[in-house]
């Protein structure tokens, strides 16, 4: 069974930092592209960021770009996601999900098929 | 960026019925479109992936039909665990991919 669990969210001030763990198992966990996408409170969904299986691609919206990094470690089938100069706009439930495609050779990194329950992040003074 | 539209914002519909949920792009993506259901309080789950291919495991009731820039996700006889938010989801012009706003689905 596919498994994905975040974890590092909580409270942090404007301007801080923190950083999000997510914990793959049930399937081969270097062979896929990984996302995180976020929800503002009582909003929709937003593409955050994706890593290629080896990390040699990644991809961010560009409300994070040079704020946030998205990396991985393949030994230990986990995603993080480093988040430094906070603002309240960043205040969201944070999603890592699983990518696919549809040709069974996991190239692309088109739709998310398997997400973790979230972690929250809250920026506030 | 490809900007993905859903309408209506809220769809009232009584159990039994029919639900049809449309979504559009902006400019064409092919039929490289997903749909998402997500449910308070819970994660989103995959629906449909290629504008038309059930996910596993998803019952027969979902369809999903479209390409261009005109997409729909059809319910066929709407249960009580259906009612939701559903969000559409284009993966054919990134980054970045991008989301519609949603369409809620309530019990009239």
């Known amino acids: 069974e596919v498994q994905l669990v975040e974890s590092g969210g909580g409270l942090v001030q404007p301007g801080g930092s923190l950083r999000l763990s997510c914990a793959a198992s049930g399937f081969t966990f270097s062979t896929y592209w990984m996302t995180w996408v976020r929800q503002a409170p009582g909003k929709g969904l937003e593409w955050v960021a994706n890593?290629?299986?080896?990390?040699?691609?990644?991809y961010y919206v560009d409300s994070v770009k040079g704020r946030f990094t998205i990396s991985r470690d393949n030994a230990k089938n986990s995603l993080y996601l480093q988040m430094n100069s906070l603002g309240a706009e960043d205040t969201a439930v944070y999603y890592c999900a699983r990518v696919d495609d549809n040709t069974g050779y996991l190239v692309y990194p088109y739709y998310f098929d398997y997400w973790g329950q979230g972690t929250l992040v809250t920026v506030s003074s | 960026e490809v900007v993905m539209t859903q309408s209506p914002d809220i769809l009232s519909v009584s159990p039994g019925e029919r639900a049809t949920l449309s979504c559009r792009a902006s400019?064409?993506?092919?039929?490289?479109l997903a749909w998402y259901q997500q449910k308070p309080g819970q994660a989103p789950r995959l629906l449909i992936y290629?504008?038309?291919r059930r996910a596993t495991g998803l019952p027969a009731r979902f369809s999903g039909s479209g390409s261009g820039t005109e997409f729909t996700l059809t319910i066929s006889s709407l249960q009580s665990e259906d009612f939701a938010v559903y969000y559409c989801q284009q993966y054919d012009k990134w980054p970045p991919w991008t989301f519609g706003q949603g369409t809620k689905v309530e019990i009239k």
């Open positions: 890593i290629k299986q080896d990390g040699s691609e990644i």
């Open positions: 290629a504008a038309s």
């Open positions: 400019e064409s993506v092919s039929s490289n």
